[in-house]
């Protein structure tokens, strides 16, 4: 899942400053997941920040709707009416979020409402963790199922470093060594010859090195005009 958290309350009552009414839009799939901005949090900023500006003599209107996903047409669309009716939207999804509001509705004005931050895992209540740095390029059956890109802090393709000590990392002693990890979960498979194997070195252009990626299926394509498609 994509993980983020909203930014400070003083961070949006400024950017929500020079405006009398607003729709803060939630998404109700990842950053619902991540206590970041779905329908609960939507309510308990658009309280903060109704309170925020009363007590500053401002008042904020606040219009509030949370829609199952904000990165798909088919939901962004009913949003039309609230935000025509407003400044300006402040967006609780993710970066993915905003910018398809931004792109579905060229004169509204589209306020990030949180902060982006990795695709992760929610481990336990409270603790989301970096799984995948979306190389273009898995290369998990080589390390036992544990991704060095997004885990080991060098992304090193060969590990560990030097600095491995006691299965933690040297960048921050918190840190479970990635390495010691795939190492760990190579040996419990009985296959730590990979261990032995070189992983040459890879071709980044399938990541963000070669500039913004896109996926192209002809075969998913139907013959409607470009503003009718999903996606
Ligand atoms: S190897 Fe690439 S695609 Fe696979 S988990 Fe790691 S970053 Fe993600
Ligand atoms: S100690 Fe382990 S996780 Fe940290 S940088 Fe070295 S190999 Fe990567």
Redesign the pocket.
């Known amino acids: 899942m994509i993980t983020g958290q909203q930014k400070p309350l003083a961070e949006i009552k400024e950017m929500t400053q020079p405006f009398h009414k607003v729709l803060i839009a939630g998404c109700g799939t990842c950053v619902t997941v991540c206590f970041a901005g779905g329908e609960k949090e939507v309510g308990i900023l658009a309280a903060e920040l109704r309170m925020a500006r009363q007590l500053e003599g401002q008042p904020l209107e606040i219009v509030e709707r949370t829609v199952q996903r904000q990165c798909e047409w088919e939901y962004v669309d009913p949003l039309q009416p609230e935000i025509e009716g407003v400044e300006a939207v402040v967006s609780l999804a993710c970066g993915i979020g905003v910018q398809a509001l931004a792109q579905r509705f060229p004169n509204a004005r589209v306020l990030p409402g949180v902060n982006t931050s990795f695709?992760g895992l929610p481990e336990k209540p409270g603790l989301f963790t970096e799984?995948?740095?979306?190389?273009?390029?898995?290369?998990?059956h080589l390390t036992g199922g544990i991704?060095?890109?997004?885990r080991c802090s060098k992304s090193l393709l060969n590990g560990p470093c030097g600095g491995s000590a006691e299965g933690h990392c040297e960048i921050d002693k918190e840190v479970d060594c990635a390495w010691q990890l795939i190492y760990d979960r190579l040996k419990a498979l009985g296959q730590l010859d990979l261990m032995a194997e070189i992983i040459p070195a890879k071709d980044w252009s399938t990541n963000r090195d070669g500039g913004p990626r896109k996926i192209v299926r002809e075969d998913l394509m139907l013959d409607i005009p470009e503003e009718g498609r999903f996606g």
């Open positions: 695709l799984r995948c740095a979306a190389c273009g390029n898995c290369i998990l991704c060095p890109i997004a």
